[in-house]
């Protein structure tokens, strides 16, 4: 695919303390403004990175290491995304199954019920989100 030529940007932005990725937006010819994230190892040269990073210069907002509420809202949400693909992937084929289900024992349905509200009360442990004890599988 031939290299698309980049003229303009704006909003260029830091994203690494060594300024070597930015988010920023390209004026495209085909698209017009689109967002761009410029990685230095980015394989796809439709747009030839080296210009782009010679076009932006020193015209770019300096990167800002993100605050530790800013890390744990992060980490608190890669953790339930974990727990959501637990339940929609180990508890709802099972549980929405009602053939599934009735085949299970009393026991059986116990426990996958446990396991599910153990899963939905992850972020009420004490330690969320950097120390979870995920529940056992039954």
Same mark, same amino acid.
């Given at each position: 695919?031939?290299?698309?030529?980049?003229? /303009?940007?704006r +909003?260029?932005? &830091?994203?690494?303390? %060594?300024d070597?990725?930015?988010? *920023?937006?390209?004026?495209?010819p085909h698209?017009?403004?689109?967002?761009y994230?410029?990685?230095?190892?980015?394989t796809?040269?439709?747009v030839?990175?080296?210009?782009?990073?010679?076009?932006?210069?020193?015209?770019?907002?300096?990167?800002?290491?993100?605050?530790?509420?800013?890390?744990d809202?992060? /980490?608190?949400? +890669?953790?339930? &995304?974990?727990?959501? %693909?637990?339940?929609?992937?180990? *508890?709802?084929?099972?549980?929405?199954?009602?053939?599934?289900?009735s085949?299970?024992t009393?026991?059986?349905?116990?426990?996958?019920?446990?396991y599910?509200?153990?899963?939905?009360n992850v972020?009420?442990?004490?330690?969320?989100?950097?120390?979870?004890?995920?529940?056992?599988?039954p």
């Amino acid at each position: 695919m031939p290299t698309v030529p980049i003229t /303009e940007f704006r +909003n260029a932005k &830091s994203i690494n303390i %060594y300024d070597t990725m930015f988010d *920023v937006e390209i004026n495209h010819p085909h698209f017009g403004w689109i967002p761009y994230t410029l990685l230095p190892h980015d394989t796809d040269m439709t747009v030839n990175n080296d210009n782009l990073l010679a076009l932006i210069g020193s015209d770019f907002l300096p990167y800002v290491s993100p605050t530790q509420d800013e890390l744990d809202a992060k /980490e608190a949400e +890669n953790v339930r &995304s974990l727990r959501d %693909y637990k339940l929609s992937e180990e *508890v709802d084929p099972l549980v929405l199954n009602s053939l599934r289900w009735s085949d299970l024992t009393d026991e059986q349905r116990t426990a996958w019920s446990q396991y599910r509200t153990d899963l939905l009360n992850v972020p009420q442990q004490d330690g969320f989100p950097h120390n979870v004890t995920w529940p056992t599988r039954p």
